[in-house]
């Protein structure tokens, strides 16, 4: 479905474009001005003019592109409203990961809120989403089908432990993104009383340092990468990496090494199959069906916009409820990447 | 059901034996009686249930859910019992409870067929969504995990402190949920004592006649055998009871109740299972491809059994009615067979016959030139040694025609799993064809051993840096003429294949040799291997 291009919000090739404010929301191209909901690569691009985020999204982009990532970069404090061009904009938290927020654009008395990737559970490393009353609210669909129930994280977690009990001769080896679910996992551990060393690949190593930073505590953290003829083989330890470099050479220094991935997809046996996952643990820093549903039902907007995700489904059921929905079809978001 | 569902999770997705082993063991030993009995019965195919259709699941999720948002959620996740298990609802205010297998199972049971809907719909909202998923592979009679009875079988014995000889000996005498068994494995009862005696026995494996491995042996004390191509299998009739096992000690009668029906024999043989006709009979023995019409099957029907009919060729004996032969010499035990079959349906049973020889290099030339195409080569037996279960270099090796051998490219690689999970050690190789537009690759088959680990790393390091495309799991790699990856595969022999493009199916293929020395354009082409459909090798 089209939209008008005189409406607030459409997506343009670049992204979520706002004309009235010449802004992109989370554009996927480098632009003149660009407001990003968080750090995760695939909505936070190095290369624009001015960049409105987070302090701490910010801060992530500076770890990950360096210093000179935008021309030019603003602090957005939650909560607090700005006008550009004539536009009011505010962040919010959206509880996904650390910094995320979800952007509210409001103009002639019309409100939309874009919510990036959000979750509604309780994560030990962000501040928890909040709700914005709304007339259109812009919703991801990651997780948008209703197969999708995220069992309690603990309840994964302490799959972990059991396993590590059970194998106590093997390294258990964890991939998870490096930003948010990594130093999730680690906290989500910790809450369960895990108080050995966690090995991490490098790859995590300045984002992890950046969460201690800020008061997140992770406990001991020591690199996995370590040089050496007498390196460890971490038998009965956790290792956590990101997910790519379980598949490298990396790996190969490991005792007899358990595969274990933390994603929202590991709910799907055939997906844990195929990519040789052991343990597959469902925690997910997304919505799941329920949250999903509920959240739309909790802010009752008068309009739904669905991206990035199983989109069909979501608008479907906005559909059976009566609320007039739409999918965005929004390119450029890896909607895989949990 | 929680902790069933977690295992069954578990077994599906560790490839090594040994974790599996130890996933099943740690699992009988938390688990109370009768559910650890139930899950052991689940897994070694033992447990009977009315089952319920597929049809019946569906429509059960399709009373709470839209129709639309069903299809979207079956196509993304293609299995049904896990869409029902992932989508299923419970009413408002369920909070899930974890039902013991034990309960489950004696419900479903005592359920009758006009029960079963609602039975299904109360379990459904009551058990969690692991729990649901296990509960639905177990009444839609699925599991799939990957498990033989024999490795549950292997669990138990290691949870007693057992040998699984004893577990076998057991095991046909037992049923589910088998209290008297974990009351002796835990140590709280003697051994089980069984009115119907015993009956799979571990069968004599040969080990493979390697370089230099006949010199200092004497012809004299060997007897020779033709090895035949089809499946090893041990028959018993033991106080009226009579089973066919495969070699790994699953049972198969159900799926061959000819022969079943015919062993009127009372004791305990050791044979090739076959089809086609017996020696006695005067017609010949079809291939493995005919056999493979017949195998994986838990009935079969009677179109089947005229076709491709089975028959037994002995080639030793375990018990003589109640008498163990085990310990008797090779010959003394290959005249009691003999005698036995002798008394059998001629139509079932043949022995297989000695093959006359004095020198090594006469045997050799005798393998190599065999009378009967379903020959895979020579056993050679000593004429003293007793049956003895298991694999032990001495008294038994093979000799196997020399493989078929070819040249192929390197075409795709996936990763392996356990300790080569970070290695591409799955390939997928093919050979050259004419189609339109010129020359190709057809992908002729998959092997994923056979090199050593030095030549792994030489694979692997040519998947990393020659990927041309990936998809999911699968990587593509550079197959040109003159740049590529060829590859020696061998394999025992090739079948016609419907379900392979290249129209032919390879038998027990492995990477022989890393051939970095050829250029792809090298390689073998398709009308080599048309022409050894059905050869053998």
């Known amino acids: 479905m089209r939209m008008k291009p005189d409406s607030l919000l459409y997506p343009a090739p670049r992204g979520l474009y706002c004309a009235k404010g010449d802004f992109y929301i989370d554009p996927v191209q480098p632009v003149e001005r660009a407001l990003i909901t968080h750090g995760h690569a695939d909505h936070a691009r190095a290369g624009h003019g001015r960049v409105l985020a987070t302090r701490e999204t910010l801060d992530i982009m500076r770890i990950r592109y360096g210093e000179g990532f935008c021309g030019e970069s603003q602090v957005a404090s939650l909560g607090e409203t700005m006008a550009i061009n004539g536009v009011r904009v505010s962040f919010h938290p959206a509880g996904h990961v650390l910094g995320s927020a979800q952007i509210s654009v409001e103009a002639g008395g019309k409100r939309i809120v874009v919510s990036g990737d959000y979750k509604r559970r309780s994560d030990p490393t962000c501040r928890p989403f909040e709700p914005v009353p709304c007339d259109v609210f812009i919703t991801e669909a990651t997780f948008g089908l209703p197969v999708f129930h995220h069992p309690d994280d603990r309840l994964e977690t302490a799959r972990l432990l059991a396993s590590l009990k059970q194998f106590p001769e093997r390294a258990h080896v964890v991939g998870a993104y490096a930003l948010g679910k990594a130093q999730r996992v680690i906290a989500l551990l910790r809450q369960h009383g895990y108080d050995e060393p966690i090995h991490i690949h490098g790859a995590l190593a300045k984002l992890c340092e950046y969460y201690q930073a800020e008061g997140i505590d992770l406990g001991d953290i020591q690199s996995a990468t370590l040089a050496g003829e007498k390196r460890p083989d971490f038998a009965g330890g956790i290792v956590i990496g990101p997910p790519s470099a379980f598949a490298d050479r990396w790996a190969r220094r490991f005792a007899e090494p358990v595969a274990v991935f933390a994603s929202g997809w590991m709910l799907i046996r055939q997906r844990a199959k195929q990519r040789g996952v052991e343990l597959p643990l469902v925690i997910s820093d997304h919505c799941d069906w329920a949250e999903l549903t509920g959240t739309i039902r909790e802010i009752a907007p008068a309009e739904v916009w669905v991206t990035h995700g199983r989109e069909e489904a979501l608008v479907r059921w906005c559909e059976l409820e009566g609320i007039p929905a739409r999918p965005l079809h929004l390119v450029g978001y890896d909607d895989e990447g949990e | ?537």
């Open chain 2, 1 to 537: 059901m929680k902790a069933f569902a977690e295992l069954l999770g578990r077994l599906v997705l560790t490839p090594q034996r040994n974790a599996k082993i130890r996933l099943l063991t740690d699992y009988f030993r938390s688990s109370p009686d009768p559910s650890r009995g139930y899950a052991l019965a689940a897994i070694a195919g033992t447990l009977s249930l009315n089952t319920v259709k597929p049809a019946l699941i569906r429509d059960l999720l399709l009373e709470r859910m839209d129709e639309v948002l069903f299809h979207y959620s079956y196509d993304y996740v293609g299995d049904l019992a896990e869409t029902v298990s992932l989508a299923w609802e419970p009413p408002e205010g369920t909070v899930p409870v974890d039902v013991p297998l034990g309960e489950v199972v004696e419900r479903l049971q005592r359920a009758g067929r006009s029960e079963v809907r609602s039975l299904v719909r109360d379990m459904l909202d009551r058990l969690d969504t692991a729990g649901r998923f296990a509960f639905l592979k177990l009444v839609t009679g699925g599991l799939r995990i990957g498990v033989s009875a024999r490795l549950a079988k292997q669990a138990l014995a290691d949870l007693g402190g057992k040998d699984i000889g004893e577990i076998e000996t057991l095991w046909h005498g037992l049923s589910p949920p088998y209290l008297p068994l974990f009351l002796w494995l835990s140590g709280e009862a003697e051994m089980p004592v069984l009115t119907t005696p015993a009956v799979f026995h571990s069968v004599m494996l040969a080990t493979p006649i390697g370089e230099g491995d006949l010199e200092g042996l004497d012809p004299a004390d060997f007897a020779a055998e033709w090895k035949w191509d089809g499946i090893r299998v041990q028959l018993a009739n033991i106080g009226g009871v009579r089973r066919l096992y495969s070699r790994s000690g699953d049972e198969i009668s159900g799926a061959f109740p000819e022969i079943v029906e015919a062993a009127g024999i009372a004791g305990v043989i050791d044979g090739e299972l076959l089809v086609g006709g017996t020696t006695r009979t005067n017609r010949s023995t079809a291939t493995f491809g005919d056999l493979q019409q017949r195998l994986n099957r838990k009935t079969v029907n009677r179109k089947l059994l005229d076709d491709y009919p089975a028959f037994i060729r002995g080639y030793d004996i375990l018990f003589t009615g109640e008498r163990d032969m085990r310990p008797e010499p090779f010959h003394a035990r290959r005249e009691a067979l003999a005698a036995l079959i002798d008394a059998a349906s001629p139509h079932h049973f043949d022995l297989s016959p000695l093959v006359p020889f004095s020198t090594w290099e006469e045997l050799d030339r005798l393998r190599s030139d065999p009378p009967d195409p379903v020959i895979e080569g020579i056993m050679l037996k000593r004429l003293d040694s007793p049956y003895l279960a298991g694999r032990m270099k001495g008294p038994w090796f093979k000799w196997k025609r020399a493989p078929f051998n070819i040249d192929a490219v390197l075409m795709y690689a996936q990763r392996g799993h356990g300790k080569r999970s970070s290695y591409y050690s799955d390939f997928t190789f093919g050979v050259w064809t004419e189609a339109e537009g010129g020359t190709t690759l057809v992908p002729v088959g998959k092997a994923y051993f056979g090199f050593t680990d030095a030549e792994l790393e030489i694979l692997d390091r040519f998947v990393r840096d020659n990927t041309v495309e990936r998809f999911g799991p699968v990587r593509a790699v550079r197959a040109e003429p003159d740049a590529g990856f060829v590859v020696e595969v061998a394999f025992e022999g090739l079948n016609r294949s419907t379900r392979h493009k290249s129209g032919v199916a390879m038998r027990f293929p492995r990477i022989a040799r890393l051939r970095q020395d050829k250029l792809p354009r090298e390689a073998d082409r398709l009308e080599t291997l048309q022409a050894m459909i059905g050869m053998k090798g």
